[in-house]
């Protein structure tokens, strides 16, 4: 049995009563606006998407969210056993449109009212995040992980935040967008139009 919890107990009762732990963490989203990318070909598109992991074939459109996370603490005191922080999310949403599809063209209309499905996957995920990142932060930052302890340690729980945000954050986006990269809805996109995504994309190689 260790002897921690007890000598934390006594110090209580010697010195004063164990308060609990006062822990905050506001979140703050900060939203980018949506930019549509019109400029890139088919090929680096297909090229963008293989470096991002998606499944091979080619690229008529691509969502991306550049999304970057922040985590400080605002106002720690452990001595009074308070800790304070805030988590501040910016993102940098832009659509790619392969060029290949003319602005006011069906195949146009058709690839970006499919990548802003995605986009609207993402805006769901990230409402959903404060709430998600509430239940981080009492996961992470537990009464036991900071009771004795010292402001380095303060960077390893850090580490640990951000490595169960994205856990939690892949873990609520994947499904989404999984629902309409498939190959049944690539099917179902590539019959609208009239056959002019095949005519428009006749001759072009990934």
Known sequence: MSLRPL?????????????AWDISNRVVIEHGALVVDH???VPQITRAQAQGGFPDG???????NRVKVELTYTGSDLN????????????????????????????????????????????????????????ITRAVYT?????????????????????QY?????????PRHQTIDNPASYRRLSM??????ERRLAGTKP
Not at 192 to 197: A, D, I, P
């Open 166 to 174: 994205h856990y939690v954050y892949d873990g609520l986006s994947w």
């Open 7 to 19: 000598l934390i107990t006594v110090l209580c009762l010697v010195l004063r009563p164990c308060a």
């Open 80 to 135: 009074m056993r308070r800790l304070a922080m805030a988590t501040r999310i910016v993102t940098a949403p832009i659509i790619y449109i392969a060029r290949e599809f003319p602005e006011g063209s069906c195949t146009y209309a058709v690839v970006l009212g499919h990548e802003r499905q995605h986009q609207l996957f993402d805006l769901e995920v990230l409402r959903a995040m404060p709430d998600e990142i509430s239940g």
């Open 58 to 64: 080619q690229g008529l459109g691509l969502f991306q």
């Open 143 to 163: 009464p036991d992980a900071l009771d004795w302890m010292r402001k380095p340690d303060l960077e390893r729980l850090r580490a640990r935040f951000f490595r």
């Open 192 to 197: 609208l139009c009239n056959g002019e995504f």
């Open 39 to 41: 400029t890139k070909s």
